[in-house]
Structure formats: C-alpha cells, structure tokens
Nanobody
Framework: QVQLVESGGGLVQPGGSLRLSCVAS????????MGWYRQPPGKQRELVAL???????NYVDSVKGRFTISRDNAKNTVHLQMNSLKPEDTAVYYC????????WGQGSQVTVSS
C-alpha cells in the first residue's frame, strides 16, 4: 500500500519560513518524480515544484528564488523549504509521487498571515 505522509505545515507571518516534508512508503522512491502541489482557497490545485529521479528541479514562477525542493532517497523523503513566505502562498500543500501512476498525500495546511 502506497502512503505519502506530509508534515511541517502551520501558521507563519509574512516573510517567515516553513519546511514541508513528505515520507513515502510502498514505492521504489528513488525512481519516482516527486512534486509539491498546492490548492489555495477557492482555486484549483497547481504545481509548485518537482524533482526528478535524477535530481532535476522545476518551479512555478511565483516561488522561484524563495522555495527549494530536495529529496533524500535514503530516507524516502522529499522536502520543500519555503522562505520569504507571502499571504498568497496560503494553501493546502500536497505531496505527489509520479511514475506511471500518481499518488497523493493527505495535504498540509500552510497559512501565511500577520
């Protein structure tokens, strides 16, 4: 059974930082492309960042220079370091694992507010 378990969300002030983590089980983690998506209130889910099995990364323009995705294949974990957070980053953040099939985590709320 595939499981993606996220952690690290919460409430932070504008300009602050958070680090999301996602631990995967039930898959051959190292061969999967891992991604982080987010769904702001009342909006569609969008890709934030992804990292391939080879370590190549891609980011949505709105987070470039502020967010960093990384992976630790030894621990089956993918991280999203989020710096200089803005109110518009408020969303539920989802971990995604994709090869042929795609798997999702349960979501982690990130709220950026003063």
């Amino acid at each position: 059974q595939v499981q993606l378990v996220e952690s690290g969300g919460g409430l932070v002030q504008p300009g602050g930082s958070l680090r999301l983590s996602c631990v995967a089980s039930g898959i051959s983690f190292r061969i999967y492309t891992m991604g982080w998506y987010r769904q702001p209130p009342g909006k569609q889910r969008e890709l934030v960042a992804l990292i391939t099995s080879g370590g190549n990364t891609n980011y949505v323009d709105s987070v470039k220079g502020r967010f960093t995705i990384s992976r630790d294949n030894a621990k089956n974990t993918v991280h999203l370091q989020m710096n200089s957070l803005k109110p518009e980053d408020t969303a539920v953040y989802y971990c995604n694992a994709k090869l042929v099939n795609a798997y999702w985590g349960q979501g982690s709320q990130v709220t950026v507010s003063s």
